[in-house]
């Protein structure tokens, strides 16, 4: 299960939410389905279950959810803003 550091700042806004890496200063905007996928992931979520709450809110086949998923949580992975 990844989880955000603990030197990332989340922060929900009116159309997303930004993730703030507070080591490197650098900021991170995500969109409203980027910011539920953080969002479950501060909840305790796992991959698997980030997937079916996707699929249930939105238009969007299982699949393709699991694929976005998956590439994000492995784009924040690399850039060192969730641990794996």
Known sequence: M?????DVSHTQT????VLLDQ????????N???AAVVQALIDGATVEQIVDRLVEAR??????AA????????QLTKARLVTP
């Open 32 to 34: 409203a389905t980027g």
């Open 23 to 30: 080591r490197s200063g650098k900021y991170w905007r995500l």
């Open 2 to 6: 990844s989880r955000l550091r603990a």
């Open 67 to 74: 694929a976005d998923v998956a590439a994000l949580v492995d």
């Open 14 to 17: 009116e159309d997303g939410a």
């Open 59 to 64: 238009p969007v086949g299982r699949e393709r």
